[in-house]
């Protein structure tokens, strides 16, 4: 390896570590008060070397989301192929839920990050950056729906409304864990309950519903 590239390897751990140590310092409800100072202090480098890494603080909300969406889809990608459709739903589900589970500091960033207010104030490139990652996992998605379709599976709807169908569930699943509603529970057990009603609900949801008040 030669001196430039040492160098490059160097920054890029660097900008690793900033990245870590401030996620250490999302773990309480203010999070958002965190300070450029305080991720300078506890990455032990002058608020200066932070600025070389990122140009400000939502940058490092973004690079983290980044992260986040990056492992999701590189450990969707190890999902076997040629698994039926339905079963690779499943294993999707799973490595969703636990790495949302897996940490509630990312879980958080990577919802404030999606909240259209904050996107409309990031620069071109660096929403362009956050945009690309989202692709590698919804474009994942996207595949097993229109594959779920041509297999006549599911509903020949389009496929926004079948994901947003799907992303209801997950979100408001994840949500109600996060929020500490439910206590403690079997996150096993309700991963089950959660994919089971996940995947009925794209099978069977297009079947007449009967109802016995036509007012509703």
């Not at 660096?126 to 729906?145: F, H, I, K, N, P």
């Amino acid at each position: 390896m030669g001196i430039q590239e040492r160098k490059l390897r160097e920054f890029e751990n660097r900008g690793q570590e900033i990245l870590d140590a401030a996620l250490s310092l999302f773990e309480s409800d203010d999070w958002e008060q965190v300070t450029v100072e305080q991720i300078a202090q506890k990455s032990e480098v002058g608020k200066g070397t932070i600025y070389k890494h990122f140009e400000s603080k939502s940058e490092i909300y973004v690079r983290l989301a980044i992260r986040f969406q990056k492992h999701i889809a590189s450990e969707i990608n190890l999902i076997d192929t040629s698994l039926p459709v339905l079963e690779r739903l499943r294993c999707y589900i799973k490595v969703a839920w636990e790495i949302h589970l897996s940490s509630k500091e990312l879980h958080r960033v990577f919802m404030f990050c999606s909240r259209a207010e904050f996107r409309s104030q990031l620069p071109s490139q660096l929403l362009s950056d956050m945009q690309d990652a989202e692709l590698q996992v919804g474009s994942y998605t996207y595949q097993l729906m229109t594959e779920g379709i041509e297999q006549g599976l599911f509903a020949d709807k389009p496929i926004h409304l079948l994901i947003f169908g799907l992303q209801s569930i997950f979100w408001g699943s994840i949500q109600l864990i996060w929020s500490g509603y439910l206590g403690d529970i079997d996150h096993e057990e309700h991963l089950e309950e959660v994919t089971s009603f996940m995947i009925a609900g794209l099978v069977h949801h297009n079947l007449p519903i009967p109802t016995t008040n036509q007012n509703c």
